[in-house]
């Protein structure tokens, strides 16, 4: 099936697909970069590996196959005008999406569960409460990994664009993303605020306590980009041009 034309858009082919590419590759290279100089360190320089620096290493191979997915996610019209999309395409793109959301939102996970062994190995033997604390949220985000899986997997958007018996039996996209995105951002929130009674109860010079203390808290400058991020959710699911708008910002907007 030929691309269809609409009439004033025929001259029209515009693409977004080398922003996307550029994009992409620029932050795989530093989260490539980052993790190999930590595993360096860790391995060759403190000779003290941990399971949370392999829990990154699964993170990076996990970031690394979102950006495959990507890729195929352009070979089949991500960041093309509507009219230069065919039906098969769409339903290629569709499942190649699918997939690095799946993707996208374990990596996400496992990073999480990486900052909770860390804070076990830097604070358990100083307090045991924030020990007890980043066991029970390692295992709620172990639990939340699985059922946000579930969850994203049987939502409206992608699954029925290529298996169309699911259509009313699927689950209303939006308010799904709504609910991962906001339950995401308080498990941030908590990770992230842990370590902080820990740092606060050291017993160092004050200068370096608050310099520590703020290191801690830069974490938190991700969950207010997680909240900028909710004012996307709408847009990805109501677009005239999909394949030029919507997929774009779904991966802007996709639930960190």
Sequence with gaps: MPAVLIPEHAGSVESK????????????????????????????ILELPGSDDWLVVVALFLALGTSIEAVLELHWGMGLHVWLV??????????????????????????????????????ASSSPTADRVCRW????????????AVLLGICCIPITAFVPSMTGKCLDTLPVWYFSSV????????????????VYG????SNQKMMIFSVF????????????????????TNQDDPSWNKYVEFRAASPP
């Excluded at 970069?33 to 360190?41: G, K, P």
């Excluded at 290629?92 to 190995?121: D, T």
């Excluded at 339950?183 to 820990?198: E, G, K, M, S, T």
Aim: aromatic fraction near 14%; proline fraction near 3%.
């Design 202 to 205: 050291m017993t160092m010079h």
């Design 17 to 44: 697909q080398s922003l996307v590419i550029v994009i992409s590759a620029t932050f795989l290279a530093l989260s490539t970069l980052a993790v190999l100089l930590r595993i360096y360190t860790r391995i060759y």
């Design 86 to 123: 065919t039906e098969e395409m769409v339903r290629q793109q569709m499942r190649a999406l699918y997939a690095s959301v799946l993707n996208y939102n374990l990596a996400s996970n496992v990073v999480k569960m990486s900052f909770l062994l860390q804070y076990r190995r830097i604070f």
């Design 217 to 236: 808290c830069l974490g938190f400058f991700t969950c207010i980009i997680s909240v900028i991020r909710l004012s996307y959710l709408p847009k990805a």
């Design 137 to 148: 949220l390692f295992s709620f985000v172990l639990f939340w990994a699985v059922l946000q």
């Design 183 to 198: 339950l995401n951002i308080a498990i941030d929130f908590l990770i992230f605020a842990v370590p902080l009674p820990c």
